[in-house]
């Protein structure tokens, strides 16, 4: 996913498809979360516009995630649509136009930006589907605490209602008056 200036000048007449697939598995190191993902299949095209290039490029691959709740491994397919452009006359770019890149030592690397697509599109929680409590990886109970689902959440609350401190009685009586 790299190319010289002049490799890209060169094309500039009809501009060219892209279909490869990249490996990204370094990007565990920038995101702990992250536990494994698969190499990104990466299609699309590259349009010129003067001394600009454009990729219009889709990423598609999986991930796997920690379960916000559990712990568990849950697997987070994703399909990220990116478009990057890239000035090639080596005059400065607008620094507020992100989307907007200078080559670098005279190449065109379109991999830090996928890698960056990709962070950016993490989910902030995920959530596994069908995992036992007993199963979990992550413990439901502990010292003076316990996970509880919505349904316990509603009974507890309803036994609460009933339950009056026998300091507070003659508080509630108050407005009953």
């Known amino acids: 996913m790299r190319w010289s200036i002049q490799q890209l000048l060169a094309k500039n007449e009809k501009g060219f498809d892209v279909d490869d697939t990249v490996d990204v598995s370094d990007i565990k190191e920038h995101d702990q979360e992250i536990r494994d993902i698969s190499s990104v299949k990466v299609t699309g095209n590259a ?3 003067g001394e600009t290039v454009t990729f219009h490029l889709r990423l598609e691959g999986s991930m796997i995630l920690p379960c916000s709740r559990t712990l568990a491994d849950v697997n987070f397919p994703f399909d990220i649509q990116m478009t990057e452009s890239f ?7 607008d620094e507020e ?7 670098e030592n005279g190449y065109v690397d379109l991999l830090p930006l996928i890698k960056e697509n990709i962070l950016v599109e993490l989910p902030i929680q995920i ?9 979990a990886p992550a413990p ?9 689902t919505e349904d316990k959440a509603r009974e507890k609350k309803e036994e ?3 339950e009056v ?6 508080l509630a009586k108050f407005f009953d008056k």
């Open 160 to 162: 609460n209602k009933s």
């Open 87 to 93: 000035q090639l006359d080596g005059n400065p770019v």
């Open 97 to 103: 136009d992100i989307h907007l890149h200078e080559p």
């Open 47 to 49: 349009a010129f516009t």
């Open 140 to 148: 439901q109970t502990g010292k003076n605490w316990e996970v509880i």
């Open 127 to 135: 959530f596994a589907d069908g995992i036992d409590e007993n199963e």
């Open 165 to 170: 401190d026998p300091r507070m009685a003659d």
